[in-house]
């Protein structure tokens, strides 16, 4: 796989465990928030997304928190399991420009067996 | 459907030379998208296209021509590769409108020595 990640957070977690993964942003603009699930020698894949009139959504064993308060959003992942293991990212769509998706820096999820 | 498809996956460049990265998708999708992808930085965006001959610039320009002549191309042209464009090129497609869900391409790996 490629080298990407070396610099990155690492969430070290027990397989079974739950599992949360944060970002914050900046941009009070976005009225989306998106998670992105990135295996090695992959190419990103979508997980769940947040409207920004919203606090929180759930999906399958995931569930989205977002506090704008604060500016943070959050993963939660249920029961984590092996196959969880990647980078997360986080990511912004703007109203105004719809067309664009903005990407945070990522966390490592390791899942220890 | 083969989704998006990137192509080259591994390019050794040396510093000077020229080259173009293709990106296809079958989807129909309006918007498409080029990231690179460097230890620890996260998903930069390069350039973006709304639709057929419809392009601009991301965050990072610099260096890079892109054109959409069709829905489905969307090609990356690096004019005078630098060593600093050592990275991973990503492709991405997602339909008009608010929804968040990008397909990405496999990458590109591409080395500049």
């Known amino acids: 796989g490629e080298s990407v990640g070396l610099h990155l957070p690492t969430l070290s977690v027990q397989e079974g465990d739950n599992s949360i993964i944060n970002c914050a942003y900046s941009?009070?603009?976005?009225?989306?928030f998106i998670w992105y699930k990135q295996e090695s020698g992959k190419g990103p894949q979508f997980i769940i997304d947040i409207r920004s009139n919203m606090d929180k959504r759930q999906g399958q064993r995931v569930t989205v928190l977002l506090n704008k308060t604060v500016k943070h959003l959050s993963l939660q992942i249920a029961a984590t399991q092996p196959g969880d293991s990647a980078v997360y990212f986080c990511a912004e769509k703007t109203r105004d420009s719809s067309y664009k998706l903005i990407f945070g820096s990522g966390t490592r999820l390791l899942v220890r067996p | 459907n083969a989704g998006v498809t990137q192509t080259p996956k591994f390019q050794v460049l040396k510093t000077g030379q020229s080259m173009t990265l293709q990106c296809a998708q079958d989807?129909?999708?309006?918007?498409m998208s080029w990231y690179r992808q460097d230890p620890g930085m996260g998903l930069r965006l390069i350039h973006y296209?709304?639709?057929?001959?419809?392009?601009d610039q991301g965050e990072v320009p610099n260096g890079y021509n892109v054109s959409r002549s069709t829905t489905e191309d969307f090609p990356l042209r690096l004019l005078s590769a630098a060593p600093s464009q050592t990275s991973v090129y990503f492709c991405?497609?997602?339909?008009?409108?608010?929804?968040?869900?990008?397909?990405f391409g496999q990458g590109t790996r591409l080395t500049v020595v």
């Open positions: 989807m129909n999708h309006e918007y």
């Open positions: 296209s709304v639709g057929a001959g419809i392009t």
């Open positions: 991405a497609s997602r339909p008009a409108g608010t929804r968040t869900e990008a397909f």
């Open positions: 941009n009070s603009a976005s009225d989306y």
